[in-house]
């Protein structure tokens, strides 16, 4: 039996050699491998997430936006005592206000309005943009159907109304209205304007 000859023993130790040190190689570039795709998976995961939280923040701060925008429209609408010269007497009422640069029509409005004989609501189908003069009509022999309140009257420029201040008897304790929305609002003077819950 021949052994062959040191160069053909050298060769194949090399060759074995180069076959184990493949195998390790080929092992290590597949745990590499691995590894990669563990980490693009993560990367990938952690990705999908970030953009969920960054969509999630968006659309929150979009409706704050929206919240914030329907809030100051409905701000716009606002209501107090006044006084108006008629000859040599005054004539007693509410002015109502809905001006703003962007005012729109609110409906279903009711302002509970306080005076010194009682506690009493005017109620409106629609306010539309502007400002307009409710005569209270309470205690006087002319008032129509018992009727409270005379009709909203548009207030026009140069028309003098005098707003009545620091007078504890007579305030404006609530109003409600509903916006293009059906969004149901609220002020008062302890908490302003604010969304009435469903």
């Known amino acids: 039996m021949e052994l062959g000859t040191l160069g053909e023993w050298a060769g194949a130790v090399a060759s074995a050699v180069g076959v184990l040190i493949s195998i390790v190689a080929f092992k290590r570039s597949k745990s590499a491998e691995d590894a990669a795709e563990r980490a693009n998976m993560q990367t990938a995961a952690l990705e999908k997430q970030r953009d969920e939280r960054e969509e999630e923040w968006r659309e929150e701060l979009r409706r704050k936006e929206e919240e914030s925008e329907l809030k100051r429209v409905a701000g716009s609408v606002h209501a107090y005592w006044a006084t ?115």
């Open 84 to 198: 108006r010269k008629n000859g040599d007497s005054s004539v007693w009422g509410v002015v109502v206000a809905n001006t703003d640069t962007y005012a729109v029509a609110f409906h279903n409005v009711k302002i509970n309005a306080r005076s010194r004989v009682e506690k009493d609501s005017i109620e409106l189908e629609l306010l539309p943009p502007g400002k307009f003069f409710i005569e209270s009509l309470a205690g006087k022999s002319q008032s129509v159907e018992n009727k409270d309140w005379g009709f909203a009257a548009s207030v026009e420029s140069g028309q003098q109304y005098e707003p009545v201040l620091n007078a504890k008897l007579f305030s404006i304790e609530r109003i409600e209205f509903q916006d293009r929305l059906n969004v149901s609002w609220c002020w008062t003077p302890e908490q302003g304007v604010h969304r009435l819950s469903v």
